[in-house]
Protein backbone atom coordinates (compact mmCIF):
# COMPACT_ATOMS: atom_id res chain seq x y z
CA UNK A 1 0.00 0.00 0.00
CA UNK A 2 1.50 3.38 -0.76
CA UNK A 3 1.16 5.74 2.19
CA UNK A 4 2.65 8.64 0.91
CA UNK A 5 0.47 11.84 0.56
CA UNK A 6 0.17 13.64 -2.64
CA UNK A 7 -0.02 17.16 -2.78
CA UNK A 8 -4.11 16.27 -5.01
CA UNK A 9 -5.43 14.32 -2.05
CA UNK A 10 -4.25 17.18 0.17
CA UNK A 11 -5.79 19.61 -1.99
CA UNK A 12 -8.80 17.49 -2.19
CA UNK A 13 -9.16 17.11 1.73
CA UNK A 14 -9.48 20.75 1.98
CA UNK A 15 -13.13 22.53 2.67
CA UNK A 16 -14.06 24.53 -0.34
CA UNK A 17 -16.72 27.49 0.18
CA UNK A 18 -18.56 29.57 -2.27
CA UNK A 19 -18.74 32.44 -0.85
CA UNK A 20 -15.76 34.46 -0.85
CA UNK A 21 -16.21 35.54 2.90
CA UNK A 22 -14.69 32.80 4.33
CA UNK A 23 -11.38 33.10 2.86
CA UNK A 24 -11.07 36.10 3.94
CA UNK A 25 -11.85 35.42 7.34
CA UNK A 26 -8.90 32.75 7.24
CA UNK A 27 -6.65 35.31 5.23
CA UNK A 28 -7.10 37.71 8.57
CA UNK A 29 -6.49 35.58 10.98
CA UNK A 30 -3.20 34.10 9.59
CA UNK A 31 -2.01 38.10 9.33
CA UNK A 32 -3.35 38.61 12.80
CA UNK A 33 -1.55 35.60 14.15
CA UNK A 34 1.74 36.40 11.79
CA UNK A 35 1.79 39.83 13.83
CA UNK A 36 1.35 38.67 17.22
CA UNK A 37 4.44 36.19 16.42
CA UNK A 38 6.49 38.42 14.74
CA UNK A 39 6.01 41.05 17.72
CA UNK A 40 6.66 38.65 19.81
CA UNK A 41 10.23 37.68 18.65
CA UNK A 42 11.32 40.94 18.03
CA UNK A 43 11.03 41.39 21.63
CA UNK A 44 13.15 38.38 21.78
CA UNK A 45 15.60 39.29 19.32
CA UNK A 46 16.78 41.76 21.84
CA UNK A 47 18.06 39.23 23.90
CA UNK A 48 21.93 39.61 24.22
CA UNK A 49 22.07 43.56 23.18
CA UNK A 50 22.96 45.89 25.29
CA UNK A 51 20.17 47.31 26.96
CA UNK A 52 20.90 50.60 25.88
CA UNK A 53 19.92 49.56 22.62
CA UNK A 54 15.90 49.03 23.69
CA UNK A 55 13.64 50.69 22.12
CA UNK A 56 11.75 52.79 24.28
CA UNK A 57 9.87 53.12 26.46
CA UNK A 58 11.11 50.19 28.29
CA UNK A 59 10.42 48.51 31.77
CA UNK A 60 13.46 46.65 33.09
CA UNK A 61 14.91 45.11 36.17
CA UNK A 62 18.56 45.28 37.25
CA UNK A 63 18.82 41.05 37.50
CA UNK A 64 21.67 41.28 39.96
CA UNK A 65 20.47 44.17 42.15
CA UNK A 66 16.70 42.45 41.90
CA UNK A 67 18.30 38.63 43.12
CA UNK A 68 20.02 40.85 45.48
CA UNK A 69 17.02 42.29 46.92
CA UNK A 70 14.79 39.16 46.92
CA UNK A 71 17.97 37.49 48.97
CA UNK A 72 17.85 40.04 51.35
CA UNK A 73 14.09 39.91 51.67
CA UNK A 74 14.07 36.01 52.21
CA UNK A 75 17.13 36.18 54.78
CA UNK A 76 14.57 39.09 57.03
CA UNK A 77 11.76 37.02 56.79
CA UNK A 78 13.41 33.68 57.30
CA UNK A 79 15.44 35.34 60.72
CA UNK A 80 11.71 36.62 61.60
CA UNK A 81 10.72 32.77 61.52
CA UNK A 82 8.15 33.99 59.28
CA UNK A 83 6.63 32.51 56.03
CA UNK A 84 6.86 34.84 52.88
CA UNK A 85 3.68 35.02 50.95
CA UNK A 86 4.84 38.26 48.54
CA UNK A 87 2.00 40.08 47.00
CA UNK A 88 2.67 39.88 43.04
CA UNK A 89 -0.04 42.70 42.30
CA UNK A 90 2.70 45.03 41.66
CA UNK A 91 5.18 41.91 39.76
CA UNK A 92 2.78 40.29 37.20
CA UNK A 93 5.25 38.62 36.08
CA UNK A 94 5.66 34.57 36.15
CA UNK A 95 9.20 34.89 35.83
CA UNK A 96 10.08 36.91 38.95
CA UNK A 97 7.62 35.04 40.46
CA UNK A 98 9.33 31.59 40.90
CA UNK A 99 12.58 33.65 41.33
CA UNK A 100 10.43 34.52 44.79
CA UNK A 101 9.59 30.82 45.45
CA UNK A 102 13.18 29.43 44.41
CA UNK A 103 14.33 32.37 47.12
CA UNK A 104 12.33 30.36 49.52
CA UNK A 105 8.58 32.23 49.35
CA UNK A 106 5.89 29.91 50.43
CA UNK A 107 3.40 30.77 48.02
CA UNK A 108 1.85 34.34 46.83
CA UNK A 109 -0.51 36.78 46.90
CA UNK A 110 -2.87 37.85 44.42
CA UNK A 111 -5.43 40.39 44.01
CA UNK A 112 -7.21 39.15 41.63
CA UNK A 113 -9.30 35.78 40.40
CA UNK A 114 -7.59 36.53 36.96
CA UNK A 115 -4.13 37.32 38.51
CA UNK A 116 -4.79 33.79 40.35
CA UNK A 117 -5.34 32.17 36.95
CA UNK A 118 -2.18 33.37 35.58
CA UNK A 119 -0.20 31.99 38.39
CA UNK A 120 -1.50 28.82 38.50
CA UNK A 121 -1.34 28.34 34.91
CA UNK A 122 2.92 29.05 35.35
CA UNK A 123 2.94 26.21 38.20
CA UNK A 124 2.69 28.31 41.44
CA UNK A 125 0.98 26.20 43.77
CA UNK A 126 -0.18 28.59 46.88
CA UNK A 127 -2.07 31.10 46.32
CA UNK A 128 -3.90 33.55 48.52
CA UNK A 129 -6.63 35.99 47.03
CA UNK A 130 -6.58 38.60 49.18
CA UNK A 131 -9.54 40.31 48.27
CA UNK A 132 -13.28 39.06 48.65
CA UNK A 133 -15.03 37.35 45.29
CA UNK A 134 -18.18 37.51 44.94
CA UNK A 135 -19.99 37.51 41.70
CA UNK A 136 -21.10 33.76 40.66
CA UNK A 137 -19.42 33.80 37.45
CA UNK A 138 -16.20 35.03 39.67
CA UNK A 139 -16.79 32.40 42.13
CA UNK A 140 -17.40 29.76 39.43
CA UNK A 141 -13.27 30.61 38.32
CA UNK A 142 -12.14 30.63 42.04
CA UNK A 143 -13.51 27.14 42.67
CA UNK A 144 -12.20 25.64 39.49
CA UNK A 145 -9.06 27.14 39.90
CA UNK A 146 -8.84 25.51 43.66
CA UNK A 147 -8.44 21.99 41.34
CA UNK A 148 -5.52 23.32 39.73
CA UNK A 149 -3.79 24.79 42.61
CA UNK A 150 -4.56 25.21 46.34
CA UNK A 151 -6.09 28.30 46.42
CA UNK A 152 -7.52 30.62 49.67
CA UNK A 153 -9.39 33.65 49.38
CA UNK A 154 -10.23 36.30 51.99
CA UNK A 155 -14.07 36.72 53.17
CA UNK A 156 -15.69 39.51 55.18
CA UNK A 157 -19.48 38.81 55.14
CA UNK A 158 -21.34 35.18 55.57
CA UNK A 159 -23.46 35.10 53.01
CA UNK A 160 -20.51 35.33 50.32
CA UNK A 161 -18.78 33.03 52.29
CA UNK A 162 -21.92 30.46 52.16
CA UNK A 163 -21.75 31.18 48.02
CA UNK A 164 -18.65 30.00 48.09
CA UNK A 165 -18.98 27.08 49.83
CA UNK A 166 -22.13 26.60 47.94
CA UNK A 167 -20.11 26.22 44.18
CA UNK A 168 -17.12 24.40 46.03
CA UNK A 169 -19.37 22.10 47.30
CA UNK A 170 -20.82 21.25 43.52
CA UNK A 171 -18.14 20.82 42.00
CA UNK A 172 -16.43 18.53 45.01
CA UNK A 173 -13.53 20.94 46.21
CA UNK A 174 -12.90 22.64 49.35
CA UNK A 175 -12.22 26.13 48.92
CA UNK A 176 -9.49 27.85 51.60
CA UNK A 177 -11.15 30.94 53.51
CA UNK A 178 -9.38 33.77 55.93
CA UNK A 179 -11.21 36.27 57.69
CA UNK A 180 -10.18 39.23 56.89
CA UNK A 181 -9.86 41.87 60.08
CA UNK A 182 -10.42 45.40 59.40
CA UNK A 183 -7.75 46.43 61.85
CA UNK A 184 -7.87 50.49 61.83
CA UNK A 185 -7.29 50.61 57.67
CA UNK A 186 -11.56 50.62 57.01
CA UNK A 187 -10.84 48.98 53.88
CA UNK A 188 -13.07 45.87 54.06
CA UNK A 189 -13.06 43.60 56.59
CA UNK A 190 -14.97 42.40 59.75
CA UNK A 191 -14.35 44.12 62.66
CA UNK A 192 -11.84 41.88 65.50
CA UNK A 193 -12.86 40.43 67.96
CA UNK A 194 -16.66 38.98 68.04
CA UNK A 195 -17.52 39.35 64.35
CA UNK A 196 -14.35 37.75 63.32
CA UNK A 197 -14.86 34.87 65.48
CA UNK A 198 -18.80 34.50 64.29
CA UNK A 199 -17.46 35.09 60.68
CA UNK A 200 -14.70 31.85 61.56
CA UNK A 201 -17.40 29.64 63.18
CA UNK A 202 -19.93 30.18 60.34
CA UNK A 203 -16.94 28.85 57.39
CA UNK A 204 -15.63 26.23 59.82
CA UNK A 205 -19.37 25.19 59.80
CA UNK A 206 -19.97 25.53 55.57
CA UNK A 207 -19.58 22.61 53.23
CA UNK A 208 -16.87 23.23 50.85
CA UNK A 209 -14.86 25.57 52.85
CA UNK A 210 -12.05 25.23 55.43
CA UNK A 211 -11.48 27.86 57.79
CA UNK A 212 -7.46 28.47 56.97
CA UNK A 213 -7.34 31.75 59.47
CA UNK A 214 -6.93 35.25 59.81
CA UNK A 215 -5.88 38.27 57.50
CA UNK A 216 -5.13 42.18 57.57
CA UNK A 217 -3.24 44.73 56.63
CA UNK A 218 -2.46 47.09 58.71
CA UNK A 219 -1.39 49.39 55.50
CA UNK A 220 -2.57 52.80 56.97
CA UNK A 221 0.23 53.08 59.18
CA UNK A 222 2.27 54.08 56.81
CA UNK A 223 0.79 57.35 56.77
CA UNK A 224 2.69 57.83 60.15
CA UNK A 225 5.91 59.51 59.31
CA UNK A 226 7.21 59.45 62.91
CA UNK A 227 8.72 55.83 62.66
CA UNK A 228 7.92 55.45 66.77
CA UNK A 229 4.17 56.42 65.87
CA UNK A 230 4.36 53.97 62.81
CA UNK A 231 5.55 50.90 64.79
CA UNK A 232 3.01 51.58 67.86
CA UNK A 233 -0.07 51.74 65.28
CA UNK A 234 1.35 48.71 63.47
CA UNK A 235 1.35 47.16 66.98
CA UNK A 236 -1.91 48.04 67.65
CA UNK A 237 -3.26 46.79 64.54
CA UNK A 238 -1.59 43.33 64.68
CA UNK A 239 -2.69 43.17 68.54
CA UNK A 240 -6.08 43.46 67.00
CA UNK A 241 -5.56 40.33 64.89
CA UNK A 242 -4.04 38.17 67.38
CA UNK A 243 -6.72 38.55 69.76
CA UNK A 244 -9.18 37.71 67.26
CA UNK A 245 -6.88 34.83 66.46
CA UNK A 246 -6.68 33.64 70.30
CA UNK A 247 -10.75 34.38 70.38
CA UNK A 248 -11.06 31.32 67.82
CA UNK A 249 -8.93 29.23 69.32
CA UNK A 250 -10.57 29.50 72.60
CA UNK A 251 -13.50 28.92 71.01
CA UNK A 252 -12.12 25.33 69.44
CA UNK A 253 -11.24 27.40 65.86
CA UNK A 254 -7.45 26.16 64.81
CA UNK A 255 -6.04 29.27 63.11
CA UNK A 256 -3.25 27.98 60.76
CA UNK A 257 -2.45 30.98 59.01
CA UNK A 258 -1.80 34.85 60.58
CA UNK A 259 -1.41 36.91 57.55
CA UNK A 260 -0.52 40.47 57.41
CA UNK A 261 2.31 42.63 56.72
CA UNK A 262 3.52 44.47 53.62
CA UNK A 263 6.49 46.23 51.87
CA UNK A 264 5.79 49.37 54.03
CA UNK A 265 5.47 47.59 57.27
CA UNK A 266 8.30 44.75 56.83
CA UNK A 267 10.52 45.96 59.42
CA UNK A 268 8.28 45.32 62.48
CA UNK A 269 5.13 43.02 61.26
CA UNK A 270 7.52 40.02 60.68
CA UNK A 271 8.64 40.41 64.38
CA UNK A 272 5.39 40.31 66.48
CA UNK A 273 5.01 36.85 67.87
CA UNK A 274 1.71 34.99 66.40
CA UNK A 275 1.93 36.31 62.88
CA UNK A 276 2.63 33.20 60.66
CA UNK A 277 2.75 35.24 57.05
CA UNK A 278 3.99 38.18 55.79
CA UNK A 279 2.74 39.63 52.43
CA UNK A 280 5.40 41.87 50.90
CA UNK A 281 6.03 42.28 47.23
CA UNK A 282 6.79 45.36 46.11
CA UNK A 283 10.06 45.95 47.54
CA UNK A 284 11.41 43.65 45.64
CA UNK A 285 12.10 46.83 43.14
CA UNK A 286 12.29 49.54 45.86
CA UNK A 287 10.63 52.21 43.89
CA UNK A 288 11.11 55.63 45.47
CA UNK A 289 7.38 55.06 46.87
CA UNK A 290 9.12 51.77 49.09
CA UNK A 291 12.09 53.95 49.67
CA UNK A 292 9.87 56.88 51.03
CA UNK A 293 8.05 53.89 53.15
CA UNK A 294 11.67 52.49 54.65
CA UNK A 295 12.47 49.81 52.40
CA UNK A 296 16.27 49.64 52.70
CA UNK A 297 17.25 48.41 49.51
CA UNK A 298 18.51 49.21 45.89
CA UNK A 299 16.18 50.59 43.13
CA UNK A 300 15.67 47.33 41.18
CA UNK A 301 13.27 48.80 38.59
CA UNK A 302 13.89 51.21 35.84
CA UNK A 303 12.22 53.08 32.47
CA UNK A 304 14.60 53.57 30.04
CA UNK A 305 13.63 56.13 27.56
CA UNK A 306 14.53 58.35 24.71
CA UNK A 307 14.98 62.48 24.59
CA UNK A 308 12.42 63.61 21.93
CA UNK A 309 12.51 67.39 22.24
CA UNK A 310 14.95 69.96 23.78
CA UNK A 311 12.92 73.09 23.47
CA UNK A 312 15.02 74.66 26.22
CA UNK A 313 17.87 74.58 27.72
CA UNK A 314 16.04 74.00 30.96
CA UNK A 315 13.68 71.90 29.57
CA UNK A 316 14.12 67.71 28.70
CA UNK A 317 11.11 66.32 26.70
CA UNK A 318 10.82 62.10 26.80
CA UNK A 319 8.52 59.30 25.16
CA UNK A 320 6.90 58.37 28.57
CA UNK A 321 4.44 59.77 29.92
CA UNK A 322 1.59 58.68 32.39
CA UNK A 323 0.63 55.73 30.09
CA UNK A 324 4.18 54.05 30.81
CA UNK A 325 5.17 55.56 34.12
CA UNK A 326 0.98 56.41 35.52
CA UNK A 327 0.86 59.68 37.27
CA UNK A 328 -0.66 60.31 40.95
CA UNK A 329 2.56 58.51 43.30
CA UNK A 330 6.07 60.23 43.08
CA UNK A 331 7.33 61.56 40.23
CA UNK A 332 10.23 59.72 38.38
CA UNK A 333 13.72 60.14 39.05
CA UNK A 334 15.90 60.28 36.50
CA UNK A 335 19.19 58.35 36.70
CA UNK A 336 22.38 60.26 36.45
CA UNK A 337 21.00 63.46 35.75
CA UNK A 338 21.64 66.39 37.75
CA UNK A 339 19.76 69.69 38.69
CA UNK A 340 16.43 68.15 38.02
CA UNK A 341 13.70 70.56 39.19
CA UNK A 342 10.55 68.62 38.73
CA UNK A 343 9.38 65.60 36.14
CA UNK A 344 5.81 66.10 35.29
CA UNK A 345 3.68 63.66 33.15
CA UNK A 346 1.15 64.06 30.24
CA UNK A 347 -0.09 61.50 28.40
CA UNK A 348 2.78 60.49 26.17
CA UNK A 349 5.41 63.21 27.15
CA UNK A 350 7.68 63.19 30.40
CA UNK A 351 8.75 66.90 30.95
CA UNK A 352 11.57 67.61 32.57
CA UNK A 353 12.66 70.95 34.26
CA UNK A 354 16.28 71.85 34.99
CA UNK A 355 17.24 73.83 37.67
CA UNK A 356 20.36 75.20 35.63
CA UNK A 357 20.57 75.11 31.87
CA UNK A 358 22.15 72.19 30.46
CA UNK A 359 22.60 70.89 26.39
CA UNK A 360 24.37 67.85 27.49
CA UNK A 361 21.26 65.47 27.03
CA UNK A 362 20.11 65.68 22.96
CA UNK A 363 17.48 64.98 21.25
CA UNK A 364 18.04 60.61 20.74
CA UNK A 365 20.06 60.18 23.58
CA UNK A 366 18.53 57.52 25.95
CA UNK A 367 17.91 58.27 30.18
CA UNK A 368 16.48 55.53 32.93
CA UNK A 369 14.30 56.42 35.34
CA UNK A 370 12.98 55.58 38.58
CA UNK A 371 8.84 55.42 38.99
CA UNK A 372 7.73 56.88 41.53
CA UNK A 373 5.75 53.00 42.04
CA UNK A 374 6.35 49.94 40.24
CA UNK A 375 2.45 48.77 41.44
CA UNK A 376 1.60 51.36 39.18
CA UNK A 377 4.01 51.08 36.08
CA UNK A 378 4.71 47.33 35.67
CA UNK A 379 0.74 46.98 34.95
CA UNK A 380 0.78 49.01 31.69
CA UNK A 381 3.77 47.07 30.21
CA UNK A 382 3.79 44.09 28.08
CA UNK A 383 7.44 42.98 28.59
CA UNK A 384 9.86 43.37 31.44
CA UNK A 385 13.37 43.30 30.36
CA UNK A 386 15.97 41.47 32.61
CA UNK A 387 19.10 42.82 32.20
CA UNK A 388 22.59 41.75 33.69
CA UNK A 389 25.75 44.27 33.60
CA UNK A 390 24.21 46.42 31.09
CA UNK A 391 22.73 43.05 28.59
CA UNK A 392 19.48 42.35 28.32
CA UNK A 393 19.30 38.61 29.56
CA UNK A 394 15.68 38.44 29.22
CA UNK A 395 12.65 39.35 27.50
CA UNK A 396 9.94 38.65 30.62
CA UNK A 397 6.26 38.61 29.10
CA UNK A 398 4.18 40.47 31.89
CA UNK A 399 0.90 37.46 31.86
CA UNK A 400 -0.54 39.53 34.45
CA UNK A 401 -1.11 42.66 32.94
CA UNK A 402 -5.07 44.05 32.16
CA UNK A 403 -5.77 40.90 35.07
CA UNK A 404 -8.27 43.06 36.77
CA UNK A 405 -11.24 40.96 36.85
C1 LIG B 1 -3.90 42.91 51.07
C2 LIG B 1 -2.57 43.56 50.91
N1 LIG B 1 -1.50 42.96 51.48
C3 LIG B 1 -0.27 43.49 51.36
C4 LIG B 1 -0.05 44.65 50.67
C5 LIG B 1 1.33 45.19 50.54
O1 LIG B 1 1.83 44.93 49.26
P1 LIG B 1 3.27 45.44 48.84
O2 LIG B 1 4.23 44.79 49.76
O3 LIG B 1 3.43 44.97 47.44
O4 LIG B 1 3.26 46.92 48.97
C6 LIG B 1 -1.13 45.32 50.09
C7 LIG B 1 -0.92 46.57 49.36
O5 LIG B 1 -1.75 47.23 48.82
C8 LIG B 1 -2.42 44.75 50.20
O6 LIG B 1 -3.49 45.32 49.64
Known amino acids: MDLRVRGDDVLSAMPTFEQPWPYLVIFVFFVRGFVICRSYNFTMNDIGSDKNQLDTPALWVDLETLERNIAALAAHFAGAGVGWRPHIKGIKTPAIVHKLLAAGAIGITCAKVSEAEVMAAAGVRDILIANQIVTPHKIARLVNLCRQAEVKV ?10 IGAAAHAIGVTAGVLV ?11 LPGAATLALAQHIAQTPGLHFAGL ?3 EGHNLAHSDPAAKQSGIEQSIGQLLASADLCRANGLPVRIVSAGGSGTY ?12 EAG ?10 SWGVALQPALFVRATVTSRPTPNRIILDCGFKTLTRGFLSP ?3 GVADVQSVVLSAEHGIVTLSKPN ?5 GDGVDLVPGYGDATVFAHDV ?11 AWPVLGRGKIQ
Open 384 to 394: MYGVRNGRVEA
Open 154 to 163: LVDDAANASA
Open 180 to 190: EVNTGMDRSGV
Open 333 to 335: QLV
Open 282 to 291: GAIFCDLMYQ
Open 359 to 363: TALRI
Open 267 to 278: AVTPFIKGVTEI
Open 215 to 217: QTW
